[in-house]
């Protein structure tokens, strides 16, 4: 059972709205007359309708179809006065700083110089998690004098509108539900143009006026394993399929044309299959096996059956204030939600394997 009720971070993110200023992402600028076309045949999702505001999740994959990165791929701020210049083309990457390296390196292979340019911006991003982060961003607005193009109740998930703020343009976006509902905004803290700690301060003083609450990280890893979201670095990277995630619907697109990687994924989707699925993970309250501690643990069937052997591992863990301990993990897909595995690691620790989101028994 659930021990507390969490830090005033969760609960407001949960029950109004939280305030995350430090996200860990970095934005890399893609720009000139082929960036469309070179972002496109990286990208395992279709990215076509980018430009006109509608951003994507995908991944970029290795030729054996395994994670490189996973990002947003999102129109830059100011995208409508360019809509339907066929001579400019731009576009953000926005993706966890962990995956900085790797992505750049990825870019500099096979983005040709004369198609296109890349660079790392000063982009921030400031997220908003809740039922009341709509509402929050409108006492934003109208505090810092902003000016948004679009109402944010009116945008998809992923779909981006400019904000006019400071004499300059910011962008925010609509978060997926897996992310945990709300509003990412994007502000290039280059040149002088916006005053970037006192846009900071204006946001969580809109977020208090709404009864939210700053939130740090540790509150966004339980949010974003009660989803039961995969993140570079514990879910995915180069070891992985892009499949084995079970993120197909959000990241990949079977009908668009050729992308790096798509081979191997149409083979598993048209004629075969991962042998590892992403689950959640349960298990009972223990004071001497905290979450952090199975993070990394090897999961086999319960000893004494006759298939005691490694079918698992524990890629995150937390304590949740709502679900107690709960993680992600990869499976072998024999093994079906409901099932109960023990850690090697740790004898005697039973874990049972769930869909997720995760939901109250």
Not at 284 to 302: E, I, S, Y
Request: charged fraction near 25%; charge should be negative; glycine fraction near 12%.
């Amino acid at each position: 059972m659930p021990g507390d009720s969490g830090s005033e971070g969760y609960r407001a993110a949960v029950q109004r709205v939280g305030l995350f200023p430090d996200v860990r992402r970095r934005v890399v600028a893609v720009s000139g007359a082929g960036a469309l076309q070179v972002v496109n045949g990286l990208a395992s999702n279709d990215v076509k309708d980018v430009p006109s505001g509608r951003g994507v999740y995908s991944f970029l994959l290795d030729r054996r179809g395994r994670v490189v990165v996973d990002l947003r791929i999102l129109p830059v701020a100011g995208f409508e006065r360019d809509a339907g210049d066929a001579g400019t083309e731009a576009l953000w990457l926005d993706t966890p700083s962990d995956a900085l390296p790797p992505l750049m390196n990825h870019l500099r292979k096979y983005v040709p110089p004369m198609l296109a340019r890349h660079q790392v911006t000063d982009v921030a991003v400031h997220t908003l998690i809740g039922p009341r982060a709509s509402e929050a961003l409108g006492r934003w607005e109208a505090a810092a004098g902003a000016f948004l193009a679009r109402r944010p109740d009116e945008l998809a998930p992923l779909e981006a509108t400019t904000v006019h703020v400071g004499g300059a343009a910011a962008l925010a976006v609509r978060r997926e539900e897996i992310e945990g509902a709300g509003f990412d905004v994007y502000v290039d803290q280059a040149g002088e143009a916006v005053d970037a700690e006192r846009l900071s301060r204006q946001l969580e003083d809109a977020v208090t006026r709404v009864g939210g609450a700053a939130a740090v990280r540790g509150d966004w890893e339980i949010l974003r394993l009660e989803q039961g979201l995969p993140v570079f670095g514990s879910e995915l990277g180069a070891e992985r399929l892009a499949q084995e995630a079970g993120q197909d619907d959000r990241a990949i697109s079977f009908a668009k044309g050729c992308f790096t990687g798509q081979e191997v994924v149409a083979r598993i989707h048209y004629r075969g299959h991962v042998n590892r699925h992403l689950r959640g993970l349960r298990w009972a309250p223990d004071a001497l096996h905290q979450a952090r501690d199975l993070v990394g643990a090897t999961l086999r069937a319960p000893s004494g059956t006759d298939r005691a052997r490694p079918v698992g591992l524990v890629t995150s863990a937390v304590r949740s204030p709502r679900f107690g301990p709960i993680g992600l993990g990869y499976v072998r897909r024999e093994i079906a939600p409901g099932a109960v595995l023990e850690s090697m690691d740790h004898p005697g620790v039973a874990l049972h394997v769930t869909d997720v989101p995760f939901t109250h028994e």
